[in-house]
Each structure stands twice: as C-alpha cells, then as structure tokens.
C-alpha cells in the first residue's frame, strides 16, 4: 500500500527539497493492514538521513516529533503499531518550541 509523508521545510533538504515521499508499506501478513512502523522501516531503506531524523536509536518516534495519520496523533493511535488505512498520509510535524 502506498504511504505519503508529507514533511515541513525543515525536514526537506534531507530528501532533496521535496514536500512528500512515498513509499509502499506491507502488513505483517496478507490480512494486516501496514503500520506507521512498517512504514517507516520502508522510509529507512528508501531516505535514510530523513528516518534517522524521525526516529531515535531505539526505532521510537522521537519526542520533538508528532505524525499525524486521519487527523489524529499517532501517539495516540498505538504510536508505530498504529494500523495505517488505504490511501495514507502521514503529517510530520517538529515540535515548537
């Protein structure tokens, strides 16, 4: 399934000034929708320097950054277990200070 992350300016110059990166996202098997994680594991092969940016080294979203998925903190949502539906975007949002 197709992911979109839609990035800040902030977080542009590491995927090469773009606004939004796709990437496909799998589920843990045929019936499960993909997660916020998968997601991310794809973004990780895909931009490197930008996943490094959004996660810390123990594979956790970090604390100055939100995603937004339907309108909602994904924090909220299960964090990376957060199921993703069709057609996804994921609003990521710097915290400020």
Known sequence: MLVVF???SSLRRWVSGMQEVKVFAVGAD???PPTLGSALDML?????????????EYGR???HISMI?????A???????????????VYV???LA
Do not use: K, Q, Y
């Open 6 to 8: 839609v990035l800040p």
């Open 61 to 63: 979203i970090r604390r």
């Open 69 to 73: 998925v339907c309108g909602e903190n």
């Open 44 to 56: 990780r092969r895909t931009h490197p320097l930008l996943e490094e940016r959004l996660r810390d």
């Open 93 to 95: 949002l710097p915290a």
């Open 75 to 89: 924090r909220g949502l299960g964090s990376l277990d957060c199921a993703l539906p069709p057609g996804a975007e």
């Open 30 to 32: 045929r019936d499960s």
